[in-house]
């Protein structure tokens, strides 16, 4: 009788449970903004929001657990180089298992599947560095402090200005307004013009980098 007592009240409050559920909606999955993102865009939803992408991965939980890629990050620069496409592709997945916003391993994995081709995968690598690097420009036009582009990192930095051909030059860390800036004095490399640029740096700043 006891058993069939204690059976009753296990399911009653099983179903109780149940209920609170379905009020509260879905139960939480445990994943984080980040994440989620990266999800999406592994799908193929490649229209996403590149900066809430870069921007949510230095909270995240992923970040906090990222393993150094330094190593891999100098393999798959040195093996697109040499034209050993494999490798390079194998140290860009590595990276990105990691840094799925790291700029320049997709455009390695862009390269890479290309001359491999693998078209598919080429195109969408190539969508993600373009997202990527358009959401860093997107934030300002670099010009001054008050426009300055927002960085998660200084890899971003050197991204930048090498997309737009540009070789840094002398670089100064400036504070203004409760914000921290790299201001990074910079030469065009077709013609020599001279240029200073502005990086906002307060997310690097806050995390140590």
């Not at 007592?5 to 909606?25: E, H, K, M, N, R």
């Amino acid at each position: 009788m006891r058993t069939r007592i204690l059976a009753v009240f296990l399911l009653a409050l099983v179903a109780a449970s149940l209920c609170l559920q379905a009020q509260d909606g879905p139960a939480k999955t445990g994943t984080s903004e980040y994440g989620d993102l990266v999800a999406s865009l592994k799908g193929g939803a490649t229209i996403i929001d590149y900066a809430k992408l870069r921007l949510s991965y230095m909270d995240s939980p992923e970040y906090k657990n990222a393993k150094n890629t330094s190593v891999a990050e100098k393999a798959m620069s040195v093996a697109l180089n040499a034209k050993d496409y494999p490798k390079a592709l194998k140290n860009a997945d590595e990276v990105l298992a990691s840094d799925y916003v790291n700029i320049d391993a997709h455009f390695i994995e862009f390269i890479a599947h290309r001359e491999m081709g693998h078209t598919e995968q080429a195109e969408f690598h190539k969508a993600v560095f373009r997202g990527l690097l358009t959401s860093i420009q997107n934030s300002g036009d670099g010009l001054s402090a008050e426009k300055a582009w927002v960085v998660i990192n200084d890899h971003e930095e050197y991204v930048v200005l090498r997309a737009l051909g540009y070789m840094p030059g002398e670089q100064s860390l400036m504070h203004k307004n409760g914000h921290a800036y790299d201001v990074m004095k910079v030469k065009k490399v077709q013609d020599g013009t001279e240029q200073t640029f502005y990086f906002n740096v307060d997310i690097p700043m806050a995390h140590g980098l």
